[in-house]
């Protein structure tokens, strides 16, 4: 059976981590391709977010060049609120039950799983790769997830990945602070912050 990763972020932006990430999980678990699928209204994040037309060009732009990655605005345009069994239920019907997904996540997403809306159909319709910065695993990820339901624990694989520390809160206030960020975004995103003012630079008292 074919594996497809689906990635889901705000991306807001995306970063280098997000990309080293989703090359690992694709390498890692024989992922045919990835699909990066940036939100739309995500129920999980609170207060004001990027355009989505601006974040999804962004993701676009920084995978254009890896032939496994692809994009989809399956999100930005579903109204109301973005929910994950609701994309997961969308790839099934795209690509059929030939096909095992994974969706891959954050560490700290996939501690929140429970709160996740319809979480055990969510946990029978795919499974997941929680990625983490190596040694966190080791430093109370995997003792955290043990709490988790047995059915749920089945389902995630932990995966370690160089580069992680970076963050979109980070480089935001990078961005705002006048601080480079060509060392933690694709040059490409970065352009793109600086060509259409993302993230506003704080002027200068």
Not at 102 to 117: K, V
Not at 156 to 176: A, C, F, N, P
Request: proline share 5%; hydrophobic share 40%.
């Amino acid at each position: 059976m074919n594996r497809v990763g689906i990635m889901g972020g705000t991306f807001d932006p995306i970063h280098l981590g997000h990309l080293a990430a989703a090359e690992a999980a694709r390498a890692s678990f024989s992922l045919e391709k990835v699909i990066f699928v940036p939100t739309g209204n995500p129920p999980h994040k609170a207060g004001r977010i990027t355009p989505s037309h601006h974040r999804l060009e962004m993701v676009k732009i920084a995978t254009a060049d890896n032939p496994y990655f692809e994009v989809s605005d399956v999100e930005v345009f579903r109204p109301g609120k973005s929910y994950t069994i609701d994309t997961i239920d969308y790839f099934q019907n795209l690509i059929g039950n030939k096909h095992e997904i994974f969706f891959i996540t954050g560490a700290d997403a996939i501690l929140e799983i429970l709160t996740w809306h319809d979480v055990e159909r969510l946990m029978q319709a795919c499974k997941f790769i929680a990625v983490a910065r190596p040694g966190y695993a080791l430093n109370g990820l995997n003792k955290e997830l043990s709490n988790l339901p047995e059915y749920i624990q089945k389902r995630i694989s932990v995966l370690e990945v160089k580069g992680l520390h970076i963050s979109s809160t980070q480089v935001r206030s990078d961005v705002q602070s006048g601080k480079s960020i060509h060392n933690v975004v694709p040059e490409t995103v970065a352009d793109y912050i600086y060509k259409h003012n993302l993230y506003k630079i704080l002027s200068r008292c």
